[in-house]
């Protein structure tokens, strides 16, 4: 594993370039291409690749930019489409379940709206949104547990 690989830590990845700029850009694309999902029929084929970026998470002072491909399959088994699953990457963010989590906890453990929206180059009105989810969710997961 190269540490690349381990700080992107989404596992099922090839990482096919990093550009070290202001920001460090990685480039990847799944590993391989997953059974369908509706009817588990194996190998399914690519239809279409659509390009994807998403703010990953921060290293030191650098952003890291991850660049996705993300394929489009199509099952000649059952004839539907689906898009390539990435584990801690949900549909339609631009930004993955990471970033996310440090965005919350950093807000969490006190540091500012302000200070976030200059360190992790998000809108405050963003940083709001997300601690708001993630403490819907904590609240959904312990009322969970205590109703079983
Ligand atoms: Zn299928």
Request: charged share 25%; net charge positive; hydrophobic share 30%.
């Amino acid at each position: 594993m190269s540490p690349i690989d381990s700080i992107l830590g989404i596992p099922g990845l090839v990482v096919q370039a990093v550009k070290r700029a202001q920001d460090i850009h990685v480039w990847a694309k799944p590993r391989r291409r997953p059974v369908c999902p509706h009817c588990a029929a194996d190998p399914v084929r690519i239809k279409a690749t659509h390009p994807r970026t998403l703010t990953h998470t921060r290293q030191g002072n650098q952003l890291m930019v991850l660049h996705l491909s993300v394929p489009k399959y199509h099952c000649t088994r059952c004839n539907r489409y689906f898009r390539h699953p990435f584990p801690g990457i949900r549909a339609r963010l631009r930004a993955t379940e990471t970033y996310r989590l440090e965005v919350f906890e950093a807000h969490d453990g006190g540091v500012s709206q302000r200070k976030l929206t200059r360190t992790h180059r998000i809108g405050s009105a963003t940083v709001e949104r997300w601690y708001q989810s993630f403490v819907r969710q904590r609240v959904s997961e312990l009322s969970g547990r205590s109703c079983p």
